[in-house]
């Protein structure tokens, strides 16, 4: 039986994506989000997952729903 797993470096290149939209650095976003820049960088090259808390963080910052990140994760799926 195959259990599916969030693709981690899928998740940090939404979040990547999202950022250069936006056009800020990610010293600006990790300030906005209230989280560490090397924490948010070790997100955008999937080497972190981020949890739940910090994604909603991520995403307000944003200035995105968190359904909006979704499909856009589930379109680089």
Not at 7 to 23: C, E, I, L, P, W
Not at 31 to 43: E, K, P, Q, V
Not at 65 to 71: D, L
């Amino acid at each position: 039986m195959y259990i599916a797993t969030l693709d981690s470096v899928k998740v940090g290149k939404t979040v990547m994506f999202f950022r250069k939209q936006k056009g800020i650095s990610q010293e600006v976003l990790s300030g906005l989000a209230d989280i560490g820049r090397t924490h948010l960088s070790a997100i955008e090259r999937g080497e972190r997952k981020p949890t739940l808390e910090t994604l909603y963080r991520i995403c307000n910052a944003l200035d995105i729903k968190m359904s909006t990140f979704i499909v856009k994760l589930e379109e680089i799926l």
